[in-house]
């Protein structure tokens, strides 16, 4: 694979800040992905970063560094449905014209009232 | 239309039988995907077909035969799968060049179960 580590859980109360973090090792890097991923649903793309810097959509915003092989996905004003599995995925280009998308293990985040 | 579409939702097999698995998408990408995601797992990548050819196969076995009769559609044929081939299966598209910023876009999958 690709090294790619994120948290494996995390939990949060309604109204809050969450920020989860992605590490990654990758020789063909570009682009880096986060996706949202409710119970037994497909992963819905939420932002993606490939240089360096803060990517802001609304509620989500996402960073980039790499030099440090790093991200993290912040998300503001948490809603009960933000509660799901967020994962990290990372482009890998090395040795094709085409994009593999290698995903980390994703990071349950529990929202509570 | 910006969706992939996958049928059928949920299938259920004995280990002698053949199924297919079918995904369509009419937003003009070039490359299609398949993905198999087992319960608390990401997604694993099996299969990438370029411009209707097969690109990659991540060393699936030969009981998952890919197909891509036209631009817009992709499907999986399965033949004498094992218990441990259920899971969720995931067909994803994409413009497929070095520019796309956009990722996949992902179906809504078929959930497998092999009995």
């Known amino acids: 694979g690709q090294n790619i580590d994120q948290p494996t859980e995390m939990t949060a109360t309604e109204g809050a800040i969450v920020q989860i973090n992605c590490t990654y090792q990758?020789?063909?890097?570009?682009?880096l992905f986060w996706y949202q991923q409710h119970a037994g649903e497909a992963p819905t793309f939420l932002s993606y970063?490939?240089?360096?810097g803060l990517e802001e959509k609304g509620r989500f915003s996402s960073f980039l560094s790499r030099s440090k092989g790093y991200s993290y996905l912040l998300l503001k004003e948490l809603q009960m449905k933000d509660s799901a599995s967020y994962l990290c995925?990372?482009?890998?280009?090395?040795?094709?014209?085409?994009?593999?998308?290698?995903f980390g293990r994703g990071t349950q985040l529990t929202v509570w009232p | 239309d910006t969706e992939v579409t996958q049928t059928p939702k949920h299938l259920v097999m004995g280990m002698t039988n053949k199924k297919s698995l079918k995904c369509e998408q009419h937003?003009?990408?070039?490359?299609m995907y398949w993905y198999k995601q087992k319960a608390k797992k990401p997604p694993e990548l099996m299969f990438v077909?370029?411009?209707?050819?097969?690109?990659i196969n991540e060393s699936v076995p030969s009981r998952f035969s890919p197909e891509c009769p036209n631009s817009s559609l992709l499907n999986l044929h399965l033949h004498a799968l094992q218990p441990e081939d259920s899971a969720l299966y995931l067909c994803?598209?994409?413009?497929?060049?070095?520019?796309?910023?956009?990722?996949?876009?992902f179906g809504s999958g078929t959930r497998l179960t092999v009995v």
């Open positions: 994803a598209s994409s413009q497929g060049d070095r520019a796309s910023g956009y990722g996949y876009t």
């Open positions: 990758t020789s063909g890097f570009n682009g």
């Open positions: 970063n490939v240089l360096d």
């Open positions: 995925a990372v482009r890998d280009d090395r040795g094709s014209t085409l994009g593999r998308l290698y």
């Open positions: 937003m003009g990408h070039r490359a």
């Open positions: 077909y370029s411009y209707e050819k097969l690109s």
